[in-house]
């Protein structure tokens, strides 16, 4: 079973096939590229198209204000509702701590990593590529190679940084070759770069973390504005550009369709394979900027910590499925599923939890958050 099948309204109703055109070639209109789905296992936008779009066109004919409208309000914005109640009770148990500035700028200010490997993430998911196990091996070997040439062997830390974004891309482009032109499973190629990695930067940096960055070089991630450090806009600037992306633009929406059937997408035209290609080079190049960040933020980097952000990722990237536009993986849903899972754990830390609360807390909240707006989004379309 994929992923992606235990998202909110999967379906399975018949649908015509493409309409041609006067030359005999397929016509793809936005709506049925975004819902015909029969043609791809992963099946995440035939989950939204049929169950999310079928839903709606039902609710059409209702009476304004009828319970399918309330029901889709609902599935949109519960999790930011939990959400609220959660910083209420965490605001009612320790008032004295989180209920302080210094609370709000750690929720917002040390999230940077999280939301870039997310963004990462996502561009290979919108394109039908769900299991990206790669992301934080390449997130973490871009992180150190900065320090690394630039204490360890004394290259300017410009150049460090140019280098380290682009041997991200290069490790995205190989996972894209691996998977779209040559055909070998994702899971296979990610998972073994991934690992390939992790021992590369274990590797270089003999085992230890690495620090000695310049406090000037550190301006470009913690350079403060507004109370919060430059990072937080930054991320906060790339999710909004990405949702622009794919939602408004011939390339997001060429995406969406090579998501949801890639032999209809080919039917239209699509060029499937540059698509789903250049979504793996992309994220490569959005870890390479993330790791980046993360160093100059922390003035270095600690390689045994790269794989820790894996569990994370994923949980807020599928989390924001709940969010916004349930049933789909969406930029703004997942920026908001970040800093909704920054709140949680820290204000488990702040009561005094163990530290295996967080891996608890990450798995446990998906599911409740799913499970709600699955239930919600059913009602809407009942």
Excluded at 78 to 99: H, K, N, Q
Excluded at 148 to 174: E, P, R
Excluded at 267 to 292: D, E
Aim: glycine share 14%.
């Amino acid at each position: 079973m994929s992923m992606a099948s235990s998202l909110p309204g999967i379906r399975s109703p018949r649908r015509p096939g493409p309409s041609t055109d006067r030359h005999g070639t397929a016509v793809l209109s936005p709506d049925q590229g975004a819902a015909d789905g029969h043609g791809h296992a992963d099946g995440h936008e035939q989950g939204h198209g049929e169950g999310h779009g079928a839903g709606h066109g039902r609710g059409r004919g209702r009476r304004p204000g009828g319970g399918a409208g309330l029901g889709h309000y609902g599935a949109r914005f519960a999790v930011l509702g939990v959400w609220l109640i959660m910083a209420v009770v965490y605001g009612i148990a320790v008032p004295e701590t989180f209920l302080t500035s210094g609370t709000a700028k750690t929720i917002f200010g040390s999230q940077q990593a999280l939301v870039f490997l997310t963004a990462a993430l996502l561009c290979t998911i919108c394109v039908g590529e769900f299991v990206d196990l790669s992301v934080a091996a390449v997130f973490g070997l871009s992180a150190i190679l900065v320090p690394v040439l630039n204490v360890d062997h004394g290259w300017n830390v410009w150049l460090a940084s140019l280098t380290a974004i682009a041997i991200a891309t290069l490790c995205g482009a190989i996972n894209g070759a691996l998977v779209v032109r040559l055909g070998v499973n994702t899971i296979v190629v990610t998972l073994g770069m991934g690992t390939l990695l992790l021992g590369i930067a274990l590797w270089i940096s003999n085992m230890t973390p690495i620090s000695g960055l310049s406090t000037d070089f550190s301006k470009i991630a913690l350079f403060d504005v507004l109370g919060l450090p430059v990072s937080f806009y930054e991320g906060v600037g790339l999710m909004l550009v990405f949702a622009y992306v794919l939602m408004l633009t011939p390339l997001g929406r060429n995406m969406r369709f090579v998501g949801a059937n890639r032999e209809v997408s080919r039917l239209a035209g699509i060029r499937v394979n540059r698509v789903r290609f250049g979504a793996f080079t992309t994220a490569g190049a959005i870890n390479g900027v993330g790791g980046v960040l993360a160093a100059a933020a922390t003035g270095g980097f600690d390689p045994t910590v790269a794989n820790s952000y894996l569990l994370p990722t994923f949980a807020a990237t599928f989390l924001g499925t709940a969010i916004l536009q349930p049933g789909r993986f969406n930029p703004l849903g997942t920026l908001v599923a970040v800093y909704f899972l920054a709140t949680g754990i820290l204000g488990l830390q702040l009561l005094g939890v163990a530290a295996w609360i967080s891996n608890v807390f990450y798995g446990g909240v998906l599911i409740v958050a799913v499970t709600i707006s699955t239930l919600l989004h059913a009602r809407s379309g009942s």
